[in-house]
């Protein structure tokens, strides 16, 4: 089968998608737990081996310390004893009278022999014990090999060559030493060499030289050679690395072990490491010692590998559990897809039986349910479609008759002027008939403060010949205002409502003044009448809810929702949005709109009244 076909029949059984579905859950899951389990085992382990591996090296350089505060124990003793250095010093003395010079030797050898025997026979690994003066003479040795071909003066350059320092302290060295007992001719031994200074004068004058077993160092670290072990590695006071054991095998490398604290992990050929510093505070001498992480980390592998079986037996049992149950389980919802089949192809006679009281039967339920209200619905679409085409007519009637309106209104005017010669009269035709053919455009066709004032104007001439010279009407406009954008019929409702409401009772003074200016980035209309003015109640409730729906049906408060509810919907509210202040006498309405300018022209200032003042 082809991956297309096998990806559209995936797509078209549900069964196959939750098996799938499933398994891909259970995968990932296993994945997750598995590499969680792995890093939690493998943390643990690393941590429980670095306390393991960390007391055991401060075991290891707690033993070596010992065994050098032992060394330094020995060369104290000798390194203050006040007969070696009035030995030593004699050596260079002539003999007395009537003694030779070997028999003087003879004898403060002796007494030298008396004195360092014992304290050199306490420790076993001291192989030989050499005091020489500063020209590299010998004047004692002793040793338990034989086999040892030491020649001095060189033997003493050789090793004062690697001294450090001046100060009287223990330098330690590792050297090849002559000794024909090894096949190679040479043995590899520690050299701890130390100046002898008069405890008086403080003068060198010579020094003390042993040397000492590797076993010595051996025995101590053997513990850390256990395993997988990258070698253990032992520095002086210098940091100079004094000895080391290393493993037969490829792991042994030396770590950057400086500026590191107690453990830490190195990678060397694509493998880690773990290793343990540990310092011997007295004599400063450092212990480094490291084990491979390969073991922990395949044995954490393992836990990875069962964590990922044990997600795929699981995946294998889900899918035959599946397969098994879903048969009965999804028997509904086969039937109500055998359902949906037979309704495309437009049998609307088709009903689904429910034979349980699950989801499934809540659907076929719904299923049934739909497919009568679908044939109800047929049966309506004809009565329905009738209904729209008598609406339809009906509508394009209402739209013709404004039309028939603005254009009988031109006709009666042009009849005024010719027949009765009535300017006045033909004035009031001209601008009801303006009016009406301005408010047949569409409310979002664009418009200017210019274009809203002129049918103002208009509203206002039709006014004037009803109230006469009672009526006093001031327009003042900022220049710079009259070309800014606004939305159509804005100011004419507010306009209406004064005449319709706040000049309903007042026979004369009736004033109305109209102000527009430019207050910081805004443009500010105010609307201002000396009329009966509007109750404080009714302004809280008109700010409080700007809806349109009016349950009393008020004009007066149909046609000023209206232009607040505009405002909000084109503007987003604050700070632009219609003001009702209410005055001593009238009320005081402000529109604050934005300022948008389309074009620059020139401004006009208005004044139109029946009266002068």
């Known amino acids: ?49 670095s306390k393991q591996y960390l007391n ?111 100060q009287a302290e223990i330098v330690w060295q590792r050297m090849k030493i002559p000794d024909f007992s090894e096949p190679s001719g040479e043995k590899s031994s520690l050299v701890a060499a130390r100046l002898l200074k008069s405890t008086k004068q403080q003068t060198v004058y010579g020094m003390l030289i042993l040397i000492i077993d590797e076993s010595f160092l051996e025995d101590p670290m053997k513990p850390l050679m256990a395993g997988r072990t990258t070698g253990a590695y032992l520095y002086d006071q210098y940091n100079q690395l004094l000895y080391s054991r290393e493993p037969d095998s490829k792991e042994a490398f030396i770590p950057q072990w400086e500026n590191r604290e107690g453990t830490f992990i190195q990678r060397n050929h694509g493998n880690e490491y773990l290793f343990v510093k540990s310092k011997y505070e007295p004599r400063s001498f450092t212990l480094v010692s490291g084990i491979s992480l390969a073991d922990i980390k395949a044995k954490g592998r393992r836990v990875y590998q069962v964590a990922i079986i044990s997600g795929l037996v699981s995946v294998l049992l889900m899918a035959v559990s599946v397969s098994f149950f879903s048969g009965r389980l999804l028997k509904p919802l086969h039937m ?35 497919v009568a209200n679908i044939q109800s619905l047929i049966q309506e679409v004809y009565v329905s479609k009738l209904s729209e085409k008598e609406a339809e007519l009906k509508a394009l009637q209402a739209q013709l008759n404004p039309h028939f309106l603005h254009n009988a209104l031109n006709s009666i005017y ?33 418009s200017t403060l210019q274009d809203e004032l002129a049918q103002v104007r208009n509203y206002i001439t039709i006014q004037e010949a009803r109230h006469g010279e009672n009526l006093y ?11 800014y954008r606004m939305q159509r019929l804005l100011l004419q409702p507010i306009v209406e409502n004064v005449f319709v409401h706040a000049f309903r ?3 004369d003074n009736k004033r109305l003044m109209i102000r527009a200016y430019r207050h910081e980035a805004n443009m500010h209309i105010e609307i201002e009448d000396n009329g009966c003015g509007i109750h404080p109640d009714t302004i809280r409730t008109l700010q409080e809810d700007q809806t349109i729906y009016d349950p ?4 007066e408060s149909i046609g000023v929702r209206n232009v607040m509810r505009r405002i909000d919907l084109v503007h987003g509210g604050e700070p632009y949005k219609l003001e009702i202040k209410g005055l001593e006498q009238g009320t005081l309405m402000r529109l604050i709109l934005p300022c948008e300018a389309r074009h620059a022209v020139k401004g006009v200032t208005l004044d139109e009244s029946n009266s002068s003042g």
């Open 1 to 49: 089968m082809k991956p297309k076909h096998v990806l559209q029949y995936i797509h078209q059984h549900f069964k196959v998608k939750l098996i799938a579905t499933l398994s891909v859950i259970i995968i990932v899951c296993s994945l997750v737990t598995g590499y969680v389990s792995y890093r939690i085992y493998l943390n643990l382990f690393e941590t429980e081996i």
């Open 56 to 166: 055991t090296s401060e075991q290891s350089i707690g033993q070596i310390g010992s065994k050098i505060q032992d060394m330094y124990r020995i060369t104290d003793f000798i390194f203050f004893h006040p007969l070696v250095e009035q030995i030593v010093q004699n050596m260079h003395a002539e003999p007395a009278a009537g003694e030779s010079k070997a028999f003087k030797t003879y004898l403060l050898e002796r007494d030298l022999s008396d004195i360092l025997l014992p304290l050199k026979n306490e420790t076993q690994q001291i192989r030989a014990l050499y005091i020489v003066d500063l020209e590299g003479n010998n004047y004692y040795f002793s040793h338990t090999n034989p086999s040892f071909q030491i020649t001095f003066p060189d033997f003493y350059t050789k090793v004062k060559s690697g001294l450090k320092s001046t």
């Open 336 to 370: 109500l897809v055998k359902g949906m089949q037979q309704l495309r192809k437009g049998n609307l006679q088709v009903e689904i039986v429910t034979t349980s009281k699950d989801e499934f039967a809540f659907l076929a339920e719904s299923f049934n349910t739909m």
């Open 414 to 446: 042009w009849k005024i002027i010719l027949l009765y010669d009535d300017a006045e009269t033909a004035s009031l035709v001209t601008s009801l008939s303006e009016l009406l053919k301005y408010s047949l455009a569409s409310i979002s066709t664009p």
């Open 473 to 483: 009407v001031h327009i003042e406009v900022e220049e710079e205002l009259t070309d």
């Open 505 to 507: 009772d007042q026979t």
């Open 552 to 555: 009393q049906r008020e004009r």
